[in-house]
C-alpha cells in the first residue's frame, strides 16, 4: 500500500506527471482498503483512508494545473 501511494505521489511531480498513472493508484488504494475494512484495526483504517484522500486532492490540484 506504501508503494502505491508513493507511486501516486511520484507521478504527480511535475518532471514525472503522469495522472492516469495516479488515478489508478487511487484506484487500487481504494479497492484495497475496502478489502480489509473490518478486518484490519479501524484507526488503521482511518489513517489509509486519510492518505487515499490526501493523494485525491494532490491529484485534483495537478489535474487543475495541467488544463
Avoid at 33 to 56: C, H, K, S, T, Y
Wanted: charged share 20%.
Amino acid at each position: 500500500m506504501q508503494g502505491l501511494a508513493s507511486l501516486g505521489y511520484h507521478r504527480l511531480n511535475a518532471e514525472t506527471r503522469d495522472l492516469d498513472q495516479t488515478r489508478v493508484a487511487i484506484e487500487a488504494l481504494k479497492a484495497i482498503g475496502g478489502v480489509l475494512d473490518g478486518v484490519v484495526p479501524a484507526e488503521l483504517i482511518r489513517d489509509f483512508n486519510q492518505v487515499v484522500a490526501n493523494l485525491q486532492l494532490a491529484y485534483a490540484s495537478a489535474a487543475a494545473e495541467s488544463s
